[in-house]
């Protein structure tokens, strides 16, 4: 979210605000695809276009399974790197929202 556009008077800044969103995509042959961005429907149809990567565009997406939300783009790429390392089941534990399986994988 970018702040507000009115004008600014002497000493004072602005400042620009983003909100990182770590997202999980299905594709069409069910695979997930994990990844970082500040405009989730920009980004989902970037993926969807066929110009959001070279993964997603021979896989085809087909929906987003699951968001969460980071102030910062750095805690967002850890988030992202931290998934991206897990099995699928872990994953789909955490889309499904299984607190319990999830610690157990």
């Not at 008077?9 to 995509?25: H, L, N, Q």
């Not at 069409?28 to 405009?39: C, M, Q, R, V």
């Not at 993964?55 to 910062?72: A, M, R």
């Not at 099995?87 to 157990?104: D, F, Q, Y």
Request: aromatic share 12%.
């Amino acid at each position: 979210m970018v702040s507000d556009s009115t004008a600014l008077t002497a000493g004072e800044s602005r400042t620009t605000f983003y909100m990182y969103f770590v997202y999980i995509i299905e594709c069409k042959d069910k695979s997930f695809y994990t990844g970082i961005t500040n405009d989730l429907n920009r980004r989902f149809n970037e993926h969807k276009s066929g110009v959001g990567g070279h993964y997603t565009s021979s896989k085809q997406v087909s929906k987003i399974l699951y968001t969460e939300k980071y102030p910062n783009r750095s805690s967002a790429l850890k988030r992202e790197a931290q998934i991206k390392k897990w099995t699928r089941a872990k994953k789909e534990a955490l889309i499904a929202g299984n607190k319990e399986l999830l610690k157990n994988l």
